[in-house]
């Protein structure tokens, strides 16, 4: 039997973007590795990944194969096997019997591929349905505050200008969780002082040369209080200032009061720690990490302004070994015209797309909607109001279609369920949001049974609507290669495929180099007058959220390592070790509150009620309950997740979850 090996790449919502190698023996996958070859992972998967690539992804009896009608109840989980034929005209009858802004969408990042993660969007732009906009679930408070102040959120820096570079704060950020590769190689690597800004003492933090832990929503205040040093030890670099900033005048009154003491009472970060980060990233080169989490709070976007203002006032930007990062976009930093795939074009009407916030009462009002497609996301399982959802979610006369590789939450809520092809099956392209790459996603096998890759489910949608444009049957390979043309490489696909993964430069690039920003005024604004017309204040401000009282706890909820989202979560081995939910608070705050390790205890707050297992562990700090998200509801004993418990509250910017400022009673189960 002769062993082949193919190269492919993961397309994970994930930073690392790694490189993968498959043997194939007999056409079938014998085993899913990492890549000896390439530079991020080094020959080695993640767990998570490894175990769920040679485990469910991989599994027939897991995966599901044929197109399935619901039999019984919503959410009974009681289906039969049809035909695509019956599936695809029932779809088209439905969906063609209402209006198309009743038609609501949701996707987000099951998968991160370009073609499966972009395409289905030109069968719902050329429909008219509406989009329920995919950032409102993660990070859209994030985008629009870095929009004020740089102009993008999508152009951050190369990962290998670290060579260059003295310190790096990383803000919020749980690499070892989030981004494994760069936890076990770009950082602890990086040449210089890693300071982790955590609230909790995660693997990474424990790791890092300094870490400091802000009590939750204290950010901004830290970010006054660094840019207070700044300026009182005279780190601002005002030549930059003055040719490539706009505001400062106004921000440096703001700044006087806002001294490490202040700042220490606010966030209970010692002020010696404060002056001393503050000196560390002034001195520079210094690049700041800012992470998903630290926007998913009520003030997030208030947030990611301040946070931003330390590369504005020091130039920390646009020079090899600096520069501020949140995501690095296809587009941006590749040069592939990313709104292409998705066909806006292609639409006809207005149909403003609605947040995830929102999503409870407009399926529960038959006059918003009367259809939902679902593709690359778990509703059931990550969104908030949990129960509230699976109700609506009941609704008969609500016409639901899931599209997903594993019969999900969702899945069980479906009139019609379709299966979906993996990264495995299909010939795509990958490019990560860290490192400034491009990779080939492989096909190496057939999917399993009827199963098909969603850009090809669309297609076959489009047909049956009695849809005629053409770009909604274009096929794969010429996308791919209109989007390898893009980025200047001056390789084709079959060149791309035999090297697995492709950096974009030979050398590390610095972004932001030629100092010019897609803000009104071309300048970094730390003053933003669009800022001000949206009503979030010209500047951003110091403000902290409220201490729980009550004797209420802040409820983090951030990625479990076990789990990708809510992916991989069901597959065995993986369920064996995420286990059923857990809550962990610091010793001292369960001795306070007569509680013992490992009894079950209960969360509530007015949203709903968990009830869940206690850990105790000093990584958490006192005042904050944590709860990583990841399981299936369906899986677990109760039923349910942590986002039973976490409410639609927005960020004050983009209608955004803040799930990071949820708060809790607990109490003994």
């Given at each position: 039997?002769?062993?082949?090996?193919?190269?492919?790449?993961?397309?994970?919502?994930?930073?690392?973007?790694?490189?993968i190698?498959?043997e194939?023996?007999?056409g079938?996958?014998?085993?899913?590795l990492?890549?000896?070859a390439?530079?991020?992972?080094?020959?080695s998967?993640?767990?998570?990944?490894?175990?769920?690539?040679?485990g469910?992804?991989?599994?027939?009896?897991?995966?599901?194969?044929?197109?399935?009608?619901r039999t019984?109840?919503?959410?009974?989980g009681?289906?039969?096997?049809?035909s695509w034929?019956?599936?695809?005209?029932?779809?088209?009858?439905?969906?063609?019997?209402?209006?198309?802004?009743?038609?609501?969408?949701g996707?987000?990042?099951?998968?991160?591929?370009?073609?499966a993660n972009?395409?289905p969007?030109?069968?719902?732009n050329r429909?008219?349905?509406t989009?329920?906009?995919?950032?409102?679930?993660?990070?859209m408070?994030?985008?629009?505050?870095?929009?004020?102040?740089?102009?993008?959120?999508?152009?951050?820096?190369?990962p290998?200008?670290?060579r260059d570079?003295?310190?790096?704060?990383?803000?919020?950020?749980?690499?070892?969780?989030?981004?494994p590769?760069?936890h076990?190689?770009?950082?602890?690597?990086?040449?210089?002082?890693?300071?982790?800004i955590?609230?909790?003492r995660?693997?990474?933090?424990?790791?890092?040369?300094?870490?400091?832990?802000p009590?939750?929503?204290?950010?901004?205040?830290?970010a006054?209080g660094?840019?207070?040093?700044?300026q009182?030890?005279?780190?601002?670099?005002?030549?930059?200032i003055?040719?490539?900033?706009?505001g400062?005048?106004?921000?440096?009154?703001?700044?006087?009061?806002?001294?490490?003491?202040?700042?220490?009472?606010?966030?209970?970060?010692?002020?010696?720690?404060?002056?001393t980060?503050?000196?560390?990233?002034?001195?520079?080169?210094?690049?700041?990490?800012l992470?998903?989490?630290?926007?998913?709070?009520?003030?997030?976007?208030?947030i990611?302004?301040?946070?931003?203002?330390?590369?504005?006032?020091?130039?920390?930007?646009g020079?090899?070994?600096?520069?501020?990062?949140?995501?690095?976009?296809k587009g941006?930093?590749?040069?592939?015209?990313?709104?292409?795939?998705?066909?806006?074009e292609?639409?006809?009407?207005?149909?403003?797309?609605?947040?995830?916030?929102?999503?409870?009462?407009?399926?529960?009002?038959?006059?918003?909607a009367?259809?939902?497609?679902?593709?690359?996301?778990?509703?059931?399982?990550?969104?908030?109001?949990?129960?509230?959802?699976?109700?609506?979610?009941?609704?008969?006369d609500?016409?639901?279609?899931v599209?997903?590789?594993?019969?999900?939450?969702?899945?069980?809520?479906?009139d019609?369920?379709?299966?979906?092809?993996?990264?495995?099956?299909?010939?795509?392209?990958?490019?990560?949001?860290?490192?400034?790459?491009?990779?080939?996603?492989?096909?190496v096998?057939?999917?399993p049974?009827?199963?098909?890759?969603?850009?090809?489910?669309?297609?076959?949608?489009?047909?049956?609507?009695?849809?005629?444009e053409p770009?909604?049957?274009?096929?794969?390979?010429?996308i791919?290669d209109?989007?390898?043309?893009d980025?200047?490489?001056?390789?084709?696909?079959?060149?791309?495929?035999?090297?697995?993964?492709?950096?974009i430069?030979?050398?590390?690039?610095?972004?932001?180099?030629?100092?010019?920003?897609?803000?009104?005024?071309?300048?970094?604004?730390?003053?933003?007058?669009a800022?001000?017309?949206?009503?979030?204040?010209?500047?951003?401000?110091?403000?902290?959220?409220?201490?729980?009282?009550d004797?209420?706890?802040?409820?983090?909820?951030?990625?479990?390592?076990?789990?990708?989202?809510?992916?991989?979560?069901n597959?065995?081995?993986?369920?064996?070790?995420?286990?059923?939910?857990?809550?962990?608070?610091h010793?001292?705050?369960?001795?306070g509150?007569?509680?013992?390790?490992?009894?079950s205890?209960?969360?509530?707050?007015?949203?709903g009620?968990l009830?869940?297992?206690?850990r105790?562990?000093d990584?958490?700090?006192?005042?904050?309950a944590?709860?990583?998200?990841?399981?299936?509801?369906?899986?677990?004993?109760?039923?349910?997740?942590?986002?039973?418990l976490?409410s639609a509250?927005?960020?004050d910017?983009?209608?955004?979850?803040?799930?990071?400022?949820?708060?809790?009673?607990?109490?003994a189960?």
């Amino acid at each position: 039997m002769t062993i082949e090996l193919i190269k492919t790449t993961c397309p994970r919502d994930c930073y690392d973007g790694c490189g993968i190698v498959v043997e194939r023996e007999d056409g079938a996958i014998r085993r899913v590795l990492g890549d000896k070859a390439h530079a991020v992972s080094r020959g080695s998967l993640c767990a998570k990944c490894a175990w769920a690539y040679n485990g469910a992804w991989i599994d027939p009896n897991e995966r599901l194969g044929r197109p399935l009608r619901r039999t019984g109840p919503k959410g009974s989980g009681q289906f039969e096997a049809i035909s695509w034929d019956a599936a695809l005209d029932e779809i088209a009858a439905r969906l063609g019997a209402v209006a198309p802004e009743t038609v609501l969408t949701g996707h987000y990042t099951g998968t991160c591929s370009a073609i499966a993660n972009g395409f289905p969007m030109r069968f719902f732009n050329r429909l008219g349905a509406t989009e329920i906009e995919p950032d409102t679930i993660c990070n859209m408070a994030g985008h629009l505050a870095l929009e004020y102040v740089i102009g993008t959120a999508g152009k951050g820096f190369d990962p290998r200008t670290a060579r260059d570079s003295r310190c790096i704060l990383v803000w919020g950020a749980n690499p070892s969780a989030s981004a494994p590769h760069a936890h076990k190689h770009w950082l602890p690597e990086f040449p210089g002082t890693v300071v982790v800004i955590d609230p909790i003492r995660t693997p990474t933090a424990a790791e890092a040369d300094i870490h400091l832990q802000p009590r939750p929503g204290s950010d901004a205040a830290l970010a006054f209080g660094l840019l207070h040093v700044l300026q009182a030890e005279g780190l601002i670099d005002r030549a930059f200032i003055a040719a490539h900033t706009l505001g400062y005048d106004e921000l440096e009154p703001m700044l006087a009061s806002c001294t490490p003491a202040w700042a220490e009472g606010q966030t209970g970060v010692p002020a010696e720690d404060i002056v001393t980060v503050a000196r560390l990233y002034g001195q520079g080169p210094s690049m700041l990490w800012l992470g998903q989490a630290l926007q998913r709070q009520r003030l997030g976007g208030n947030i990611f302004r301040a946070t931003a203002l330390l590369p504005a006032v020091t130039g920390q930007i646009g020079k090899p070994g600096t520069g501020i990062y949140f995501l690095n976009g296809k587009g941006p930093t590749r040069g592939m015209k990313m709104g292409r795939v998705g066909g806006g074009e292609l639409r006809r009407n207005e149909a403003p797309s609605v947040s995830h916030m929102d999503l409870v009462e407009i399926l529960a009002d038959p006059a918003r909607a009367q259809a939902l497609v679902l593709w690359n996301i778990n509703i059931a399982a990550s969104n908030p109001r949990q129960r509230e959802l699976m109700t609506v979610l009941k609704r008969e006369d609500l016409f639901t279609v899931v599209i997903d590789l594993f019969m999900t939450d969702s899945a069980d809520y479906a009139d019609i369920v379709l299966p979906a092809a993996s990264f495995l099956e299909f010939d795509d392209l990958v490019g990560s949001y860290f490192h400034l790459s491009v990779g080939a996603q492989t096909k190496v096998t057939d999917p399993p049974g009827e199963a098909l890759p969603n850009q090809e489910i669309f297609r076959r949608l489009a047909r049956r609507m009695g849809f005629t444009e053409p770009a909604l049957f274009e096929d794969d390979r010429a996308i791919i290669d209109a989007l390898l043309a893009d980025t200047g490489l001056g390789i084709d696909f079959e060149e791309l495929k035999r090297r697995g993964t492709v950096d974009i430069a030979p050398e590390p690039v610095v972004l932001h180099e030629e100092l010019e920003f897609a803000t009104p005024s071309g300048r970094i604004e730390i003053a933003s007058a669009a800022a001000e017309a949206a009503g979030h204040g010209r500047l951003p401000h110091p403000g902290v959220e409220a201490v729980p009282a009550d004797g209420q706890l802040k409820l983090l909820s951030p990625a479990s390592p076990w789990a990708m989202n809510s992916s991989y979560a069901n597959d065995g081995k993986i369920r064996e070790r995420l286990g059923e939910p857990i809550v962990m608070l610091h010793p001292e705050e369960a001795s306070g509150r007569q509680l013992k390790d490992g009894q079950s205890v209960t969360l509530s707050n007015g949203t709903g009620r968990l009830t869940v297992a206690l850990r105790l562990d000093d990584m958490v700090p006192r005042g904050v309950a944590y709860c990583p998200k990841g399981q299936w509801p369906k899986l677990t004993a109760s039923h349910g997740n942590m986002n039973a418990l976490v409410s639609a509250q927005k960020t004050d910017m983009g209608e955004s979850t803040s799930v990071h400022s949820t708060v809790v009673n607990i109490a003994a189960a």
